[in-house]
């Protein structure tokens, strides 16, 4: 199905091409009309004409038949274009008729892997993990929409020094009480005791790098302890995955361990195809274009000068075989922007070496972080930082605090505070431009006015509880839509744009931008709902098509927030 911006370029096309073949009509949402067209001053501009005149001439090589209603030349070389009503209506059947809701799949679906989250081994995941999850989250989630076939990659930290340090406090502890204190999610605690015995005992450190040695080495006994620290940090991180409900599960899970096998391969590749050099011991590239503040070129380090290998290898062999075994056609790191450089230096490598072709899109999708009230980074009053568990777990006692005036039941009182608790964090993240640092707020969060979570579920809620009074689960739709009213015709050419919103986020990969799109509607049906009665319309027909605008701006909504991983509760 084609949305509304595709059918209107089919038809302003033409006339641009007529002045200058390829020229970008440059086709906008507008609030002075439904669209503007602001493609013609740069347009005039290389043909060395007057705007105005230029704009007058694409109007009149418009076809508008059944589409267009009116076409207005404004300020000095914009176009404001009015759709017909009948077009728009004919759009908002066609989007009720589709389970996507007029959505179209990406017409270069593929597959695209997405690397987020990436919590370590026997840490607890603080308030720093929020970002990375629900924004990839979110990214899967709308790729599967566009017709991806989405593949989702938690790159854990589960490999390394730490580990001889670990697991000799495991054996030390005796292997029942240490994966019973695992077990019940206590890995800061695990983590911090073997760190304080590691700096104060030089025994404990001696066995601690032998153990390094044997981890490395593909000791069994070593690698069977390792697997329990592995597992019950797996087993632990699916919880909290569960609770913030995400889609991550332990089958994405593919830790920096996994690429081990690879490394060699990665160093004899690069070195048979000349790109390694020989920096302080260390085997390096300098991809071009790369310099220091000296302005000395920078090397990506692919192994150590103690011959260990580092994150780069690590990432190499990733690229590498998300590539060649997964097929990917796209591939995203959703990582903090701290790492924009050595991202940047990894894919320039395996293009170098040919293991990213030039068909195969990597982007890093960096993000901002999350800061405290003080505007640093965010911390428990005592200065640690805040777990992620520990963040759900006070959302959800205060979002039951918040409800715990309506007339709820108890089973449904916890429910409904789970999704609101959830609701409010998500959308707080999301709705704040991804490149961007954050204050977290939680009377903002969970408000029920503004740019909130709850506002739109409140939304949400409030239309299905119009259905409700009517003892009906929903409305027949399609072929009954008419708009009268200014507020009818504005809620729905908000609605329209819903396949605008999707592209727009996934152009940027900003979640922020759908966020924007569903506050907005929310904006227009309070505006409508408050204009133009529905249950007590003046007539049947003026009732059913408000039914069906109602209908149609749930179902938006709920598909909207499903792609923020946000549920849109039937009742608040």
Same mark, same amino acid.
């Given at each position: 199905?084609?949305?509304?911006?595709?059918r209107?370029?089919?038809?302003?096309?033409?006339?641009?091409?007529?002045?200058?073949?390829?020229?970008?009509p440059?086709?906008?949402?507008s609030?002075?009309?439904?669209?503007?067209?602001? $493609?013609?001053?740069?347009?005039?501009?290389?043909?060395?004409?007057?705007?105005?005149?230029? #704009?007058?001439? !694409?109007?009149?090589?418009?076809?508008?038949?059944?589409?267009?209603?009116?076409?207005?030349?404004?300020? @000095? $070389?914009?176009?404001?274009?009015?759709?017909?009503?009948?077009?728009?209506?004919?759009?908002?059947?066609?989007?009720a008729?589709?389970?996507a809701?007029?959505? @179209?799949?990406?017409?270069?679906?593929?597959?695209?892997?997405?690397?987020?989250?990436?919590?370590?081994?026997?840490?607890?995941?603080?308030?720093?993990?929020?970002?990375?999850?629900?924004?990839?989250?979110?990214?899967?989630?709308?790729?599967?929409?566009?017709?991806?076939? !989405?593949?989702?990659?938690?790159?854990?930290?589960?490999?390394?020094? @730490?580990?001889?340090?670990?697991?000799?406090?495991?054996?030390?502890?005796?292997?029942?009480?240490?994966?019973?204190?695992?077990?019940?999610?206590?890995?800061?605690?695990?983590?911090?005791?073997?760190?304080?015995k590691?700096?104060?005992d030089?025994g404990?450190?001696?066995?601690?790098?032998?153990?390094?040695?044997?981890?490395?080495?593909?000791?069994?006994?070593?690698?069977?302890?390792?697997?329990?620290?592995?597992?019950?940090?797996?087993?632990?991180?699916d919880?909290?995955?569960s609770?913030?409900?995400v889609?991550?599960?332990?089958?994405?899970?593919?830790?920096?361990?996994?690429?081990?096998?690879?490394?060699?391969?990665?160093?004899?590749?690069?070195?048979?195809?000349?790109?390694? %050099?020989?920096?302080?011991?260390?085997?390096?590239?300098?991809?071009?274009?790369?310099?220091?503040?000296?302005?000395?070129?920078?090397?990506?380090?692919?192994?150590?000068?103690?011959?260990?290998?580092?994150?780069?290898?690590?990432?190499?062999?990733?690229?590498?075989?998300?590539?060649?075994?997964?097929?990917?056609?796209?591939?995203?790191?959703? !990582?903090?922007?701290p790492?924009?450089?050595?991202? %940047?230096?990894?894919?320039? !490598?395996?293009?170098?070496?040919?293991?990213?072709?030039?068909?195969?899109?990597?982007?890093?999708?960096?993000?901002?972080?999350?800061?405290?009230?003080?505007?640093?980074?965010?911390?428990?009053?005592?200065?640690?930082?805040?777990?992620?568990?520990?963040?759900?777990?006070?959302?959800?006692?205060?979002?039951?605090?918040?409800? &715990?005036?309506?007339?709820?039941? #108890?089973?449904?009182?916890?429910?409904?505070?789970r999704?609101?608790?959830?609701?409010?964090?998500?959308? &707080?993240?999301?709705?704040?431009?991804?490149?961007?640092?954050?204050?977290?707020?939680?009377?903002?969060?969970? &408000?029920?006015?503004?740019?909130? $979570?709850?506002?739109?579920?409140?939304?949400?809620?409030?239309?299905?509880?119009i259905?409700?009074?009517?003892?009906?689960?929903?409305?027949?739709t399609?072929?009954?839509?008419?708009?009268?009213?200014?507020?009818?015709?504005?809620l729905?050419?908000?609605?329209?744009?819903?396949?605008?919103a999707?592209?727009s986020?996934?152009?940027?990969?900003?979640?922020?931008?759908?966020?924007?799109?569903?506050?907005?509607?929310?904006?227009?049906?309070?505006?409508?709902?408050?204009?133009?009665s529905v249950?007590?319309?003046?007539?049947?027909?003026?009732r #059913?098509?408000?039914? %069906?605008?109602?209908?149609?701006?749930?179902?938006?909504?709920?598909?909207?927030?499903?792609?923020?991983?946000?549920?849109? @509760?039937?009742?608040?």
């Amino acid at each position: 199905m084609h949305t509304l911006t595709q059918r209107l370029l089919e038809r302003l096309t033409p006339a641009f091409d007529r002045l200058e073949p390829g020229a970008d009509p440059v086709l906008r949402g507008s609030d002075r009309a439904d669209y503007q067209i602001n $493609g013609v001053m740069p347009l005039a501009k290389r043909l060395g004409r007057n705007p105005r005149e230029v #704009a007058e001439e !694409v109007v009149a090589g418009i076809d508008t038949a059944g589409l267009i209603a009116d076409l207005e030349v404004a300020g @000095p $070389g914009f176009i404001n274009v009015t759709i017909t009503t009948d077009a728009l209506i004919a759009q908002l059947d066609a989007m009720a008729s589709d389970e996507a809701l007029g959505v @179209p799949a990406d017409p270069e679906a593929g597959v695209c892997v997405v690397d987020y989250s990436a919590p370590n081994v026997a840490k607890e995941m603080h308030v720093g993990h929020l970002r990375s999850t629900v924004i990839g989250d979110s990214l899967c989630r709308t790729l599967g929409l566009l017709g991806h076939t !989405v593949v989702r990659r938690n790159h854990v930290g589960d490999w390394g020094t @730490p580990f001889g340090m670990l697991i000799e406090h495991l054996i030390d502890l005796g292997e029942a009480q240490a994966v019973a204190g695992l077990s019940v999610g206590d890995l800061n605690g695990f983590y911090a005791e073997a760190r304080t015995k590691f700096d104060a005992d030089e025994g404990f450190q001696d066995r601690s790098r032998a153990r390094v040695v044997s981890l490395q080495a593909g000791d069994a006994e070593t690698l069977r302890l390792w697997r329990i620290l592995v597992a019950e940090s797996v087993r632990y991180f699916d919880a909290v995955y569960s609770d913030l409900g995400v889609l991550l599960t332990e089958a994405d899970v593919v830790g920096e361990s996994s690429y081990n096998p690879l490394l060699e391969a990665v160093v004899d590749d690069l070195a048979a195809a000349g790109l390694l %050099e020989d920096s302080g011991g260390a085997a390096c590239v300098f991809p071009p274009g790369f310099t220091n503040r000296d302005g000395d070129p920078l090397p990506l380090i692919v192994r150590k000068s103690d011959e260990g290998f580092g994150y780069a290898a690590t990432d190499l062999a990733a690229v590498r075989d998300r590539v060649a075994t997964l097929g990917a056609s796209r591939i995203l790191y959703v !990582v903090g922007a701290p790492q924009a450089q050595h991202f %940047e230096m990894v894919f320039a !490598v395996a293009r170098m070496a040919g293991w990213l072709p030039d068909d195969v899109e990597a982007v890093h999708v960096a993000f901002g972080n999350v800061l405290g009230p003080d505007r640093k980074m965010f911390k428990t009053r005592a200065g640690g930082t805040v777990k992620l568990q520990d963040l759900l777990s006070e959302g959800i006692e205060r979002a039951t605090e918040a409800l &715990a005036t309506r007339d709820h039941d #108890a089973e449904t009182l916890g429910l409904v505070a789970r999704q609101v608790a959830m609701g409010a964090i998500k959308f &707080a993240d999301l709705s704040t431009d991804r490149a961007r640092d954050y204050v977290f707020d939680w009377d903002r969060m969970l &408000a029920f006015e503004g740019a909130t $979570g709850p506002y739109l579920q409140y939304a949400h809620a409030r239309i299905r509880s119009i259905f409700r009074r009517l003892d009906v689960d929903h409305v027949p739709t399609g072929g009954s839509i008419q708009l009268e009213h200014p507020a009818e015709r504005a809620l729905a050419r908000h609605l329209a744009a819903l396949p605008d919103a999707i592209e727009s986020m996934m152009e940027s990969y900003s979640p922020s931008k759908l966020c924007t799109y569903l506050y907005d509607l929310a904006q227009h049906f309070t505006g409508f709902y408050e204009s133009c009665s529905v249950l007590n319309a003046p007539d049947e027909a003026t009732r #059913a098509s408000r039914l %069906e605008l109602c209908e149609l701006t749930a179902s938006t909504l709920r598909l909207g927030l499903g792609l923020l991983g946000i549920e849109a @509760p039937e009742r608040m």
